[in-house]
């Protein structure tokens, strides 16, 4: 069984960071040791929220403990989501060292969470510049999505080509994958949910249906990020992994908008996570 450390938001009500990654990793055979950043009563889409940013302390004591009993060589992955604070950025990344001494073969997954374009960034001060400056040299992948992508590349994206010339940048800083979870307004067509994927190797591209929610359901981006990897874990090639995610995220995409819900509806979807119906394919597309 393969072990993530999971380092991200944790809501009670409803899903997002955590509670949005770990189920669906756990479905997969993947044991999620989850470490939040932030404790809330619900997300912030809400409008209100009551809860708090974990102080950065317990990041290096909860990793410390776990080293402590002797379990911290069997973490295959640390992957990092939602950040509190721009000091989080730092414990994080000691984590990571931490882990990778003991086993090198660990990998680090930064889904560096921003923000939307419609929302804008909506990170702690600091935060942006501790992911651009910190955790993309060190990460093995990045999930971004179209604002994160134009804000940790630098470059404007308005269009696939811009979208492919900014996955490539991105490559270039040190990460081995990129995904960018949703191109929206840069995507090809804009009556699909097209995502790509970048490697050494070329840019992929994979469209799915475009479900027309009332309010977009929140915790999409954490959902996929966690299938990526969960996949990636259990031996999948980065394309295979990509397609699987793809069709899994669809399908929970699909139960979710048939059901009218604006939470993620995981539990209900459970058996599709496990085993996605959905069948679309990714086009090499550079």
């Known amino acids: 069984m393969k072990n993530v450390l999971s380092i991200q938001s944790h809501v009670v009500f409803g ?16 044991d999620v040791w989850a470490l939040n950043t932030v404790q809330f009563s619900n997300h912030t889409q809400y409008g209100k929220w009551t809860g708090m940013v974990i102080p950065k302390e317990q ?11 002797g379990e911290l060589a069997k973490c295959d992955a640390i992957y990092s989501g939602y950040i509190g604070s721009a000091e989080q950025v730092d414990e994080i990344i000691k984590a990571y060292h931490k882990i990778k001494s003991i086993n090198p073969n660990a990998l680090y997954l930064c889904d560096p969470v921003m923000g939307s374009p419609e929302k804008g960034c909506v990170v702690a001060a600091g935060v942006k510049e501790g992911l651009m400056n910190i955790a ?15 804000e940790l590349s630098g470059l404007a994206v308005e269009n696939i080509d811009q979208a492919i010339a900014a996955v490539k940048h991105l490559l270039a800083k040190g990460p081995k994958i990129v995904v960018v979870k949703h191109l929206g307004s840069a995507g090809r067509d804009e009556n699909k949910f097209e995502m790509l994927m970048a490697t050494q190797d ?3 591209s ?45 399908d929970v995409m699909s139960i979710t908008h048939q059901l009218n819900s604006y939470e ?22 550079a």
Request: net charge neutral.
């Open 206 to 250: 994979l469209m799915r249906p475009l479900y027309p929610f009332t309010k977009q359901p929140v915790g999409v981006g954490d959902l996929t990020a966690s299938l990526f990897l969960a996949n990636l874990l259990n031996g999948k090639s980065a394309l295979e992994a990509f397609e699987r995610m793809g069709n899994a995220v669809n």
């Open 15 to 30: 899903y997002a960071g955590n509670k949005s990654a770990t189920f669906p990793m756990q479905l997969n055979g993947i």
């Open 59 to 69: 990041i290096g004591e909860i990793v410390r403990g776990i080293d402590e009993i």
């Open 264 to 285: 993620l509806q995981l539990i209900e979807a459970r058996h599709v996570i496990m085993n996605p119906i959905s069948d679309y394919k990714a086009e090499k597309i």
């Open 136 to 150: 993309i040299p060190q990460a093995d992948i990045m999930t971004p999505n179209l604002l994160e992508l134009r």
């Open 202 to 204: 070329g840019v992929w």
